[in-house]
């Protein structure tokens, strides 16, 4: 075995990021996929509990660098996949903790045990995101469809093309195809003017996400909902199946209704 | 509170603004900088050709993540006036 590494990133904090790498995590571990997933926003400890795994932990990302535990020690495994592990994010330390060729390291040893890793970047374009993308293979830029997230998705784009880990493909999430439709919301095809990337996911504006992650139970596990669909379909991506992009159709079947009117 | 904000849908006015903050960001270039940039242009071009300072633009356009800077310096027809007057187009 020999696994891809997948960094989700985005420059600005809070617009998905950690929900996309547990339900990304999730769906690639349905689909009969073996995923590590590392938390790698250190002192801001989250994917844990957006996986409902935080009373599980032993050992954390920090503990197997420095040397405190094996690496098999600090996979949390999550009884409801087969084939579905965690690496926590140290709570007690911060990202000078660890350096980028720690991170080559850690996932140069994993890469012989999973398919997919999949990491969880910081907000910023600091050290933790350094670390974060030190390994991958690919990066995932995540934004929404709002100014101040776009102009940042744009610096990390430029940031991963400078030092050769580009091209970026990009995953625009909370998008409200209502806001978009009355011209009160950047439209997919806005920013992928303004951004001139590769998409790889549309993830809609979902009360169902808030509702998953108080249980603990991320949405791609079940899949009826719009955002668990859309999280479906960026693994299928990923593991290089065609699928068309959810809510475009959706849009264009909108529109093809109103025309007929 | 609308009548005054509604005249252009707010999706717009995002992705025009978004176009001119990404073109500084990925350049490192403020306006203001562009701006004395075609000054010293204008300045060294005149001292070889009669051009009109007024007509003359400079823009950054894009490719896809790429950027151009594009300058569009009309020549006056010569006729009226021969020879150069240096200093003098400066403005
Ligand atoms: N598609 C969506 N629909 C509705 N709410 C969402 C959606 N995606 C994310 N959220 C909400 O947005 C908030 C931020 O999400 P999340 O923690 O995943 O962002 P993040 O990018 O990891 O943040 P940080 O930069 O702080 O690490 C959460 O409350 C989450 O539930
Ligand atoms: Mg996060």
Redesign the interface.
């Given at each position: 075995m020999t696994a891809k590494v997948v960094t989700v990133a985005s420059g600005k904090g809070g617009v998905g990021k950690t929900t996309s790498v547990a339900n990304i995590a999730v769906a690639l571990a349905s689909r009969g996929q073996k995923v590590t997933c590392i938390d790698g926003d250190i002192g801001l400890r989250n994917l844990d509990v957006i996986l409902g795994l935080e009373n599980r932990i032993v050992y954390d990302l920090v503990d197997v660098i420095e040397g405190r535990c094996r690496l098999r020690q600090a996979m949390i495994r999550d009884k409801r996949l087969p084939d579905l592990y965690l690496i926590p994010a140290a709570q007690t330390r911060d990202k000078t903790a660890i350096s980028p060729s720690d991170m080559v390291r850690l996932c140069d040893e994993l890469r012989q045990e999973v398919d997919w890793i999949i990491i969880d970047s910081p907000a910023g374009i600091e050290r933790g995101f350094k670390n974060a993308i030190a390994a991958a293979d690919r990066v995932l830029v995540m934004t929404n469809p709002?100014?101040s997230a776009?102009?940042d998705a744009?610096?990390v784009?430029?940031i991963l093309?400078a030092e050769e880990k580009g091209p970026a493909a990009l995953v625009i999430n909370r998008l409200d195809p209502a806001m978009?439709k009355?011209?009160?919301?950047?439209?997919v095809e806005?920013v992928l003017?303004?951004?001139?990337?590769e998409l790889i996911g549309i993830v809609p504006e979902d009360e169902n996400v808030i509702v998953a992650s108080n249980r603990g139970q991320p949405l791609a596990l079940e899949g009826k909902t719009k955002a668990g669909q859309a999280f479906q379909n960026i693994a299928r991506r990923l593991m290089g199946e065609q699928v068309p992009f959810l809510e475009l159709e959706t849009q264009n079947l909108f529109q093809r209704l109103l025309g007929r009117k | 509170m609308g009548f005054l904000f509604r005249r252009k849908k707010s999706a717009n006015s995002a992705k025009e603004r978004l176009q001119l903050v990404l073109i500084h960001d990925r350049t490192d270039l403020t306006p203001a900088e562009l701006e004395s940039l075609k000054d010293d242009l204008i300045q060294t071009i005149s001292r070889h050709i009669d051009i009109d300072p007024m007509a003359v633009t400079i823009n950054v356009a894009h490719d896809g993540r790429s950027q151009r800077l594009v300058a569009d310096i009309p020549l006056r027809t010569v006729g009226h006036r021969r020879g150069r007057e240096p200093g003098r187009a400066a403005g």
């Open positions: 709002e100014v776009v102009r744009d610096r784009i430029g093309d978009v009355r011209g009160d919301m950047l439209s806005d003017d303004l951004l001139a990337v | -």
